[in-house]
């Protein structure tokens, strides 16, 4: 018999699920109630959870094969390729690249030809307020557009640039100019059929530039109009952290948001897994973006990324 128990926090999407250990195997059963919760409520909470890099790659890789974020290497943990450290600690000195990370609101990996399917976050340190995620729903933001903007939009593709990723440049010229290098420009459908659940979810972001065929002059007050729409408070679930949180959120209709509102002074300090999904989108120019993405990859420094760690 199971103990999980499911709890919705929003009517949008967001539910709590508790009655399960995730740093000990997971049972089958137990494993399909969570991807079947996962699948309608987009946001799963896991409170109270003790896990360490190893036992969130064991868990999370139940759901799929995970990304080994060669999109920016220089942000992994540096004992495991698979997870991505969101930190605002300092690596030599310097804010740790991902200080800044999610800063407008987006659905992550966009800017590559296969996005995250799900990402799962953990909470290790937490500032005393503030830092809060915060989720939006794209399947009621597509449904409730007027069918003639649906019409329209269905036929779309979009142009996502990672040099619309909020703060990058904060973030130095070494890592801003390799995170550019490793990711040209890529199309993706504006309408995306949700593969598991067979809905239709808008797929745009605050990292679209344009829509093919458009100019960015016609395309911003589209996009513009899109995202604000998309994330209006009827759509959203905002999730206040908590040490020990584990939060797994499905990519393929949703955007989200890391509010950067805490004291700088104070620690976050998470780590990720995203799973990875399906080839959906292509290069925007394939032989200038195979040419761009040939060379040496600026790697993770063990030694220093590993005091992140203290
Ligand atoms: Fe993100």
């Keep these: 018999m199971l103990n999980l128990t499911i709890q919705r926090l929003g009517h949008a ?13 997971v049972p089958p059963e137990t494993l399909e109630a969570i991807r079947k919760a996962w699948l309608e409520n987009l946001v799963l909470v896991f409170p109270e959870q003790k896990l360490d890099p190893k036992s969130l790659v ?8 995970l990304d080994d974020f060669s999109s920016q290497p220089f942000n992994r943990h540096p004992d495991n390729k698979e997870v991505f450290l969101l930190s605002n ?3 030599d000195g310097k804010l740790f690249p991902t200080y800044n990370s999610g ?5 992550d990996l966009s800017y590559t030809v296969r ?17 809060d995620t915060m989720f939006a729903n794209m399947y009621l933001a597509y449904e409730r557009l007027s069918p003639k903007m649906r019409e329209f939009l269905d036929g779309l593709e979009a142009v996502h640039d990672i040099s619309l990723v909020a703060g990058l440049d904060k973030r130095g010229p070494e890592v801003a100019n390799e995170f550019r290098r490793l990711n040209p420009p890529v199309v993706h459908p504006a309408v995306r059929l949700h593969p598991e659940s067979g809905r239709k979810a808008l797929y745009i972001n605050e990292r679209v530039r344009n829509f093919l065929g458009l100019s960015e002059a016609e395309s911003k007050p589209i996009v513009k109009f ?7 408070p009827r759509h959203v679930y905002r999730h206040y952290w908590t040490l020990g949180d ?23 300090h998470m780590i990720r897994t995203s799973g990875m999904g399906d080839y959906y989108g292509r290069y925007l120019d394939p032989e200038a973006a195979a040419a761009q993405i040939k060379g040496p990859v600026l790697s993770t420094d063990r030694k220093s990324v590993a005091a992140l760690q203290d």
């Excluded at 999407?13 to 195997?25: E, F, M, Q, W």
């Design 58 to 65: 064991a868990f999370t890789r139940n759901f799929g094969e």
């Design 115 to 131: 996005p995250a399917k799900g990402t799962s976050v953990y909470c290790l340190e937490k500032p005393s307020v503030g830092g």
């Design 246 to 268: 584990l939060v797994m959120w499905d990519n393929r209709c949703l955007v989200h948001l890391a509010v950067g509102d805490y004291d700088p002074n104070e620690i976050r």
């Design 226 to 232: 899109l995202c604000e729409h998309a994330v209006q």
């Design 89 to 91: 600690k300092r690596k």
């Design 13 to 25: 999407c967001g539910a709590r699920v508790t009655g399960v250990d995730l740093s000990r195997p």
């Design 103 to 107: 800063q407008n609101w987006h659905t």
